[in-house]
Structure formats: structure tokens, C-alpha cells
């Protein structure tokens, strides 16, 4: 960032003369209207007898506040403020003072500001500016309780302070530290009376402490001594929920919005309440007030559309939307939206269209391209989406390598295996030896049963890339699950378990081979960690099996029945208890 003068060179030069105390010029120096001047003038004009003074400041001083301007407008601004920071040090003027305050302002020099607010109150002790700055750096550096002394000295010197600045920075304190604020927030609200954004921050950081009964029983005393307000009115729904009062929080808003009906903000929350609640019909009358208020809101516009989908109002959803992307506002979350609106619907050509409207760059653009492919191929329209594909991925290897594995899985998904591999035979032609192209294949491999397939291809990637734990994983627990070789499988599970401690999935496959090596208690040990961060399904199967045959049947059962009622299609629960329990 650049500091631009608001003033000709000559005028800043002139503004830092009348800080000084006035004299008559001497000599042509004194006249020069640039360095170059100046130093032409230093070359002809005769020696002066005794040195020249410039009001408080010396020569030097001087040369040294033009040089810094000249400096700022070059952009150097971090040096510029460093030199006027020295300057008000050395001269104590008040112009100099604040000119060093505006360029450590720039350069987020919070020590520089401290002082230099410091050195001001003590040059100007009647001036509540200095206190301002300094209780507002106080507050950025966590020092509440001088912050709240300078907060209150600006009162005393009558400037203006909004003390619920305070407490937008005291949520994290602990809570004794917090209740000395408040003791000292009680003491200034007897001080000064009138000050009412002092009750304010008072009843806030009583709501962060959790005394919340306290926080409305002062809320209601403000409300006695001033007019409401938009924020008292936010303020006070919100200790409600605190209390898990929501009638009263509700009718808190619904009053408050009868008193101020066009204030944006107020509706939005008591939407969102509404929200909340799960009153959605509510809500969109809300939204719709605001709608007609401002017909060009498409914030609340949009914010519509998603509750109309969580309501099932596609229909109205969609033409919601629809607005949206005519006018290029939020455009690209519209076109998603449009496409799972018509996917619900299935109204296949127009989802995949909308989803392929969703444009690079843009939050959901992978998904959406995902989504149309996998549709696409539903249909049987394969080279649409193949063709799709490659125009968006043209000239960009890593898309183009990213969108053969979506296209890829698509394919398998759908049925078409043999098309997913001539299409990664022919993307690693191309690019060789991309890990993600083999392990896409390996995926393929693993749809047909080929082992053998698989395994070439997770021990080339390991081969590339030694500590690619998802490979490591992925071959390890196919040995042990497939195979015999539990003491390579697990080699290589550990291996991947140093690499990713923490990965669930890995986890859960070193207690599947643990436990087909016999190692019960190891392996119930590491699934039943697996299942608490992960509760999948095959991680219940895992689980049960092992603690069936340490003898624990009615614990194994259990956790059988819970995944199966979590998820009543698995294949995986229903093969383990037809192996283990047929009768259930």
C-alpha cells in the first residue's frame, strides 16, 4: 500500500515548517522548492555564520521529514514510518506525532502505536484521541484492563466511546478474568450514568461468563433508562436461547420487529430462529417481507431457494434459482442447486445441463462435473460425457488426469468396466506412472476380481512412492482379507500405520490382520478405536467377528444388530451374522 500526499510537495514542506515556531527566512536555502534546489543552492549561497535553526526542529530533522514523505510516495512505507517514529521521539511535536501514528497505522506497527499513544497523552493530556488509539491497541493485545482505563478516560475528556467493543474480544477469556472486567465494568456504569454502551458491555461479557439471569436483569434496567434499539433487541433473544427460553427468545424478536419492521438484520435473525425451530413455513414469510422490501436481495433470494429444497418445494425452488443465474448472482451455487433439483425430480438432460453450467474455479465445480458425469453414463450417453470432459480439461494435464478417475468410476459403476479400462489404458500411455491413474485402475482390477491386476499396480505406486499410505493400505488389506500372506500384509499395514497414525481405515485393517494372525486382544483393541472415530458398517463386521470368537457372542451380536439398523442393506452385516448366527 502506498501513502499518497493529499498536498503538493511544497505544501507538505510548508505544513511541517508551520509546526515550528516561526522565523524569518534566511537565505535562498530557506526558498528552494526541492532537494535539487536546495542542494544547488547549498552549492552558490555563501557559508552562514552560525547554523540555521527551523523553529523546534534542526536542519537535519528536517531533511529527514521530507526525506521520509518523498520515501512514502515510493512506496516505501515501512521505512518512512520507522523514520518519523525516531522523529516524534526526538522532537515531541504534536504535527510529527500524528503523522508517525498514521504511518505505524498503515504498517500494523502495534509496539510503535503503544508508544507513540503514550507519548502523545503525555504531550497532550487533555486530548482523548490518544486514549481512543490506545485502548482500542490495548484491546488487540488482550490488556483489558488498561484498555477499559484509557476506554474510560476518553469519556472523562469527553470523546466518545463505544465500550461494546469490548466484548467482541473477551470470549475466550477464562471466567475469572473476566468477572474482574465485569467488576470494573459495575464500578464505571455508577461513574458514568449516561453512558449506556458501558450496561451494554457489561450485560455481554455476563452472558459470555454464563450468568445469564444477571445479563437480562440488567438488560431490562437499560431498557428503563433508554429508548430500544435493533442491537438491545438481538442482544436480548440471544440470552434467552442461552436460557433455552425459546418463547421468550421468539417473542422477543416478533416485539422487536414490530418496533423497527424494515431493519434487515433483525428479520434475517428472527429467520434464522425460525430456522432453527424447524418452523420453515415461518421463516419464508420472513424471507418473503424482506424480498418485498428489497426485490433485488438476492442474498435472501438464494437463502429461500435452500430452504424451499429443505421444505421439498422444488418447483419453487427452481424458479428461484432460475433468477439467480439470470442475472449472474450467484450463479454457479444456483446451477448446482438446479441440478440436484432436477436430479430429484429426475429430469435427467436438465440436471446433467445445469450441473455442467457450474464454471472452473467455483466451490462446487468438481462435484457438479462429477455428478453430470455419473449421470451422463446412467443414460448410456458415454462419449457426452467423455466428450464434455476432455473440452473442459484441454491444455491442463492435472484436470485432464482428475477427470479420467471420475470418469472412470463412473464407468465401473454403471457397468461399463472394460470401456473404465481402455480409457486409464490409454490415460497412462499418456501419462505414465500417475499414481492416481494406476490406483484408479486398481479400483477397476478390484470390480473384476483381479488380484493379481491390483497387486502390479499398488506395488508400482509403492515402488514410485514409498509412503503412500493409501496404497500401502489398500494391497495389505487386500492380502490379509483375500489371501494367506498375513506376515506381508502385515508389513505393510504397518508401514502405513506410521505414515497415517490416525487414518481409521488403516487402523481397522491392522486389527483385521492382527486378528487373522490369532492376536485377539491387539486386534479387538484397534478396530474397537477404528469404530469409535469411523462407525462404518465393515468396522461393526470387523468388530463382532473378533469378539465372537474371544467368546463374547452377546457383546458381538450387539454391535451386528446396531449397524444393521443403522444401515439395514449392508451386505456386510447380513454374510457375517448368516456365517455366525443363521437364525437371526
Known amino acids: 500500500m502506498k501513502i499518497r500526499s493529499t498536498t503538493p510537495f511544497v505544501l507538505a ?12 527566512a534566511q537565505e535562498p536555502i ?19 555564520e552560525a547554523e540555521i535553526e527551523y523553529g523546534s526542529f534542526t536542519e537535519e530533522q528536517l531533511y529527514q521529514a521530507i526525506i521520509s514523505e518523498l520515501g512514502a510516495q515510493r512506496g516505501e512505507v515501512t521505512e518512512a514510518g520507522d523514520n518519523y517514529f525516531d522523529l516524534a521521539l526526538q522532537t515531541r511535536d504534536l504535527g510529527i506525532i500524528r503523522r508517525a501514528v498514521q504511518f505505524a497505522s498503515v504498517n500494523n506497527d502495534v509496539n510503535a502505536l503503544l508508544q507513540l499513544g503514550l507519548l502523545w497523552t503525555e504531550i497532550d493530556p ?32 469527553g470523546g466518545e ?26 464500578r464505571l456504569t455508577n461513574e ?38 435493533p442491537n438491545l433487541v438481538l442482544l436480548q433473544a440471544q440470552i434467552l436461547q442461552r436460557l433455552e427460553d425459546s418463547n421468550g427468545a421468539d417473542r422477543a424478536l416478533r416485539n422487536g420487529l414490530r418496533d423497527f419492521p424494515n431493519d434487515k438484520n433483525l428479520r434475517l435473525t428472527y429467520a434464522r430462529f425460525l430456522i432453527q425451530n424447524e418452523d420453515f413455513t415461518g421463516a419464508q414469510d420472513q424471507f418473503a417481507i424482506l424480498i418485498e422490501q428489497d426485490p433485488q436481495d438476492w442474498e435472501t433470494l438464494f437463502s429461500m431457494g435452500l430452504l424451499d429444497i429443505e421444505m421439498e418445494n422444488y418447483e419453487s425452488a427452481a424458479n428461484r434459482f432460475g433468477r439467480l443465474v439470470a442475472v449472474d448472482q450467484r450463479a454457479d451455487e444456483a446451477n448446482y442447486y438446479l441440478g440436484y433439483i432436477n436430479e430429484r425430480l429426475e429430469r435427467w438432460p436438465e440436471a446433467i445441463g445445469h450441473y455442467r453450467e457450474v464454471r472452473i474455479g467455483t466451490q462446487n465445480f468438481l462435484a457438479s462435473q462429477q455428478l453430470a458425469t455419473r449421470l451422463s453414463i446412467g443414460l448410456g450417453d458415454l462419449d457426452s ?18 477427470f479420467n478417475t471420475v470418469e472412470s468410476g463412473a464407468l465401473i459403476q454403471a457397468g461399463y468396466g472394460a470401456e473404465a479400462k481402455q480409457l486409464l489404458d490409454r490415460a497412462l500411455n499418456k ?51 483375500q489371501t494367506t500372506r498375513f506376515d506381508e500384509a502385515l508389513e505393510l499395514l504397518e508401514r502405513a500405520i506410521a505414515i497415517s497414525p490416525d487414518d481409521p481405515a488403516i487402523i481397522d485393517s491392522l486389527g483385521w490382520v492382527q486378528y487373522k494372525l490369532g492376536r485377539y486382544e491387539e486386534a479387538l483393541a484397534n478396530l474397537q478405536r477404528a469404530f469409535a472415530v469411523f462407525p462404518d458398517h465393515e468396522v461393526a463386521s470387523h468388530v ?22 443403522a444401515r439395514p442393506d449392508s451386505e456386510l452385516i447380513n454374510e457375517v451374522l448368516e456365517r455366525f448366527q443363521p437364525d437371526l
Open 13 to 24: 514542506i510548508s505544513l511541517l515548517l508551520q509546526a515550528c515556531v516561526s522565523q524569518e
Open 30 to 48: 530557506a526558498e528552494a522548492n526541492s532537494v535539487v534546489e536546495m542542494a544547488e543552492a547549498e552549492a552558490i549561497a555563501p557559508a552562514p
Open 126 to 157: 487533555l486530548a482523548p484521541q490518544p486514549h481512543l488509539m490506545l485502548s482500542f491497541q490495548f484491546l488487540e493485545t488482550g490488556n483489558f484492563d488498561q484498555a477499559l482505563s484509557h476506554m474510560a478516560r476518553v469519556i472523562e475528556l
Open 161 to 186: 466511546m463505544d465500550f461494546s467493543a469490548l466484548a467482541a474480544r473477551t470470549g475466550q477469556l477464562d471466567p475469572a478474568t473476566r468477572a474482574d472486567l465485569i467488576e470494573n465494568l459495575q
Open 192 to 229: 458514568f450514568t449516561d453512558q449506556f454502551s458501558i450496561r451494554i458491555a457489561l450485560v455481554q461479557l455476563l452472558a459470555q461468563n454464563g450468568e445469564f439471569e444477571t445479563a437480562l436483569t440488567e438488560l431490562d434496567q437499560l431498557f428503563e433508562l433508554t429508548e430500544s434499539t
Open 385 to 402: 460425457a467423455h466428450a464434455h470432459l476432455s473440452r473442459l480439461s484441454r491444455g491442463q494435464p492435472r484436470l485432464e488426469i482428475l
Open 431 to 481: 501419462f505414465p506412472n500417475e499414481t492416481d491413474l494406476l490406483f484408479a485402475r486398481v479400483l477397476y482390477y478390484d470390480s473384476i476380481g483381479d488380484q493379481a491386476g491390483s497387486e502390479t499396480d499398488l506395488r508400482q505406486i509403492i515402488r514410485m512412492q514409498p509412503d503412500d499410505s493409501r496404497a500401502l493400505n489398500h494391497l495389505g488389506y487386500m492380502l490379509a482379507d
Open 544 to 565: 463382532g467377528e473378533v469378539l465372537w470368537m474371544m467368546g463374547r457372542q452377546e457383546e458381538a451380536t450387539q454391535v451386528w444388530m446396531d449397524a444393521l439398523e
